[in-house]
């Protein structure tokens, strides 16, 4: 067999020796039912740089899947994803290497890379001259992964949707690129010319971009001769049935999955030429015969919005939107196989080209397309401005999503250091309306004619982003420089303002400011009513320019009035000439929260119903605010409502002003005023006012890290009205003094949180610690450990009450912190609802409270899957009382980690819990209803 793979490889490899390329030969026989492969494969490595190398270093993506410890496996948990923690070892891949060769048959010295377990460093037998090639033989054994992890890999049904699944070099250029697999589709490999011999069973078809040399079929095998010349990693899909379709077209063939319900098969072909005459006319001729197009693709890079939405709405008219589908996902692949750049550090020019030319077919084809579609139209809808914009506008809403809360991230940063959110969604957008700024800039269709000689040298030979720059400037005399250094290669804002107009009759003079330390050009338009007059370019805008232009009539003074420029603010670009009065913008009232306008002062109305306690009961009201779909610097609430269970006006109000401070570990610091009304118990009602100030920390060279810090300072007045003749109040007007600083890493494998908390008041001081950590292990046992202890520094309350003292099981929240449905009951299921806070006991011992200092220790384990054994033991000291010992222990069912939780105690203090006839009332609960509580479990995942 050896003899046979030896020949056939050379036969093969033959005709490439004086091509100066690298050629793969791949032989593998694909077991279905064990979902695996055997492979005998011959790399022929070309030495294209000016060093002689001694070490080649091979990418192995398949071995990613084998241990809960890779890079791969350590980017599921950043983000917060349990399915491949939680998987079954054989639902993992990995990859078996026998034997690795060179062709004289000698071993060659290799291992794995300790921090890059997919990556595998071969020591060569001689060195490798430039220009000079290697011929190395690899003998190994693939056990695929469940496609479950990324979608690529084994099906339920046994098909084999494969990506990077075979060895393959690694790019040298003077220093070698390699890095782990991590989910981002983005492996970095040198062209090269491929040969593949299929072997598999005769019930699967094989779909691939490769050309079809040979079929061979035995009694219950088939084997597929492919080819492939300038290739950089070559998909593999094995199914059972034909779920693609080939259309063939005067560029190249499209074959595709992507979904065609409701298409026929006329519209899909005419759809299909549309495309990629679009894209040929634009990039150039594909070098190749076949370009494949997949739904797993679509899905990794949908068009977001559309993809939220239940299939049967369809908001696009006709087919539209399997058109745009298949736009943005054959753009994605066009430039994925001719443009070969680094695609963890130099992703950018790929993605933003790919923006650019969806953005320009939609400007093309349907200009008056809407971001909402049809939906448009409907009534309701259409009095949204959201209705209003335009669908190329989205890709600035995204982006802006992320700057406007201080998350967005330099083009520049390497892949795998992205939130997921920037490098699914927001980076990609940047990219794409950075080219469109750029090319408005330049003008005269300099960028387009750049970008089709820049991908089609890049079909021919080895390119990088400077030869891009390169080409721009030698078909331009603009200074582009700026977007290079101030927009791609930074995360500076972009914000102008209009400011000190003095007017003439026959001129206008005015100051841009520019309020960011950038170098950007700026657009300046003169309207006469809604009409253009004039456009030109301001440039290099160092903190003011002062200018003068003729007044021709104008009415009004735009900045970046198109809106090309992605630029923070858009509220304080225009003046009018007309008077000081009209420079006021309108007040505008909307239903609901919508797209900011920045042409008025925006008031929202929303409908509230909600719940927040059982003495208030439902309560109904309206929520006044002018908080937008974009984070606004200053926001504020006033949410009156009629409680219908008090029979009262209850609610609150509020106004937060957040400053953000970029490149800095401080990035945030927000000031707040809140008030609110509402009951504590029945016919009992509180008052509170707050006036705050946080500072919230992060790792600014590591947005991805889950560790977070922030430092509260707050001044609570709180006043308390007892219209309940059975309830005691003590104190009922008090202010406290509360700083709280929290340092979490909220990691899902290893968890820890701790704060330090002070309190003053005028009768009393409190000092306390809180320390949580979580431990999930590699057999998916979990272990909690939580500690606190809190002393009074001085307590001057009433020792008949407890109001104020450190609580075991049941804090009395004196500062009205936790959403208590029923926090003055004594029974009942709402006495039941337990929060992990102060003591975190869960039985109801005795004392329940200390008026001197506690300290409490909760522990507990996985007992199976999300029934865990736990433990608390506690010291609790009175005054003039020695301390007590506590302890208690039970079944937590850990439904959702700290959003529903049931806990059933069975041994403590009190003895055998279960023995007692009440039962059913010892059982606490956790659980919250909270919508922005919930909203977290989304938000953790992409930010």
Known sequence: MLTKYILFSIILLCSAIMSGQ????????????????????TIRYQNN????????????????????????????????????????????????????????????????????????EVQLTEPLPPNQSYHIQLFYNLQFPDHTFTDYGVTDSNEFNLKYWYITPAVYDGVWHYYSNKNLDDLFVPKATVNFKLEFPKNYGLFSELDIQNITQNDSTQTFHLYGKDRVDSKLYLNKFPKFNFVQTDNFTVITNIETEGITPTDRAIITDKITKFITKNLGPYPHNYLLVTDIEYRKDPLYGINQLPKFINPFPGNLQYELK???????????????????????????????????????????????????????????????????????????????????????????SLLKFNANIAGKYKAGIGLKYLDDFVNADVLEKTIQQYVQKAVSEPTTLSDFESLLKQNTDKDVDWFFSDYINSNKKIDFRIKDIIKTKDSVTFTIKNKRNNDVPISLFTLKHDSILS??????????????????????????????????????????????????????FRLFKDIEDPNYNQVFLMPLVEFNNIYDGLTLGAKMYNKTLLMKNFSYKLSPKYSFNSKTLTGGASGVYTQHV???????????????????????????????????????????????????????DISRTNNNSLLTVTNPDYSVFNIRYVNAHTDLIDYSKFYYDFQAAEKFGKLSVNYE????????????????AGSFLYNKTDENSDYFSFALDRPTDYLFDYNYLGRSEASGIF????????????????????????????????????????????????????????????????????????????????????????YSQRIRIKFTLDPQALLGLFRRRWY
């Open 22 to 41: 690298n050629e793969i030969s791949i032989d593998a026989q694909f077991n279905m039912a064990n979902r695996s492969a055997k492979v005998s494969e």
């Open 49 to 120: 740089s000016q060093d002689t190398l001694k070490t080649i270093y091979l990418n192995d993506w398949n071995n990613s899947f084998s241990t809960k410890r890779t890079p791969l496996a350590d980017r599921f948990t950043e983000e917060y994803s349990t399915k491949f923690h939680f998987a079954k070892n054989e639902m993992r891949g990995f990859t078996n290497i026998t034997s690795i060769k060179a062709t004289n048959g000698d071993e060659l010295i290799n291992n794995r890379l300790k921090l890059y377990p997919d990556v595998i």
């Open 326 to 416: 298949l736009l943005k996902t054959t753009l994605k692949n066009y430039l994925n196989n001719t443009v070969v750049v680094n695609p963890r550090k130099d992703y950018w020019l790929k993605d933003g080209i790919q923006i650019y030319y969806l953005m320009k077919y939609v400007k093309e084809q349907y200009p008056d397309l809407k971001l909402l579609g049809t939906l448009s139209d409907f009534w309701g809808v259409r009095s949204f401005h959201a209705a209003d914009v335009d669908f190329n506008e989205q890709y600035n809403l995204y982006f802006m999503q992320m700057a406007r809360t201080n998350r967005d991230q330099a083009l520049t940063t390497a892949k795998d």
């Open 535 to 588: 456009k030109q370019w301001i440039e290099h805008v160092k903190g003011s320019k002062t200018l003068t232009i003729p007044h021709h009539d104008a009415t009004k003074l735009v900045l970046n009035y198109d809106n090309t420029i992605p630029e923070y603010n858009l509220r304080d670009n225009w003046k009018s000439l007309q008077g000081w009065f009209f420079n006021n913008k309108p007040l505008q």
């Open 662 to 716: 970029e490149n800095r570990n401080l990035f945030r610091i927000n000031y707040g005023l809140g008030g609110s009304y509402s009951s504590f118990a029945e016919n009992a009602f509180v008052t509170l006012i707050s006036p705050s100030v946080s500072f919230y920390f992060r790792d600014k060279d590591n947005y991805r890290s889950n560790k977070l810090s922030y430092l509260n300072f707050r001044y609570l």
């Open 773 to 788: 950590w979580r431990k999930l292990t590699e057999n998916n046992r979990q272990f909690n450990f939580r500690f606190f």
């Open 831 to 918: 006495s039941q609802q337990i929060i992990i806070a102060e003591g975190g006991f869960k039985s109801k011992l005795d004392p329940s409270f200390a008026n001197q200092w506690m300290t409490t220790v909760n522990v507990s384990t996985t007992l199976w899957r999300y029934i865990e054994a736990y433990g608390d033991i506690g010291l609790v000291k009175n005054r003039s009382i020695n301390p007590e010992f506590v302890y208690d222990s039970g079944i937590r069912l850990n439904l959702v980690t700290d959003y529903f939780e049931l806990y059933f105690p069975i041994y403590s203090n009190l003895g055998w819990e279960v023995d007692e006839p009440n």
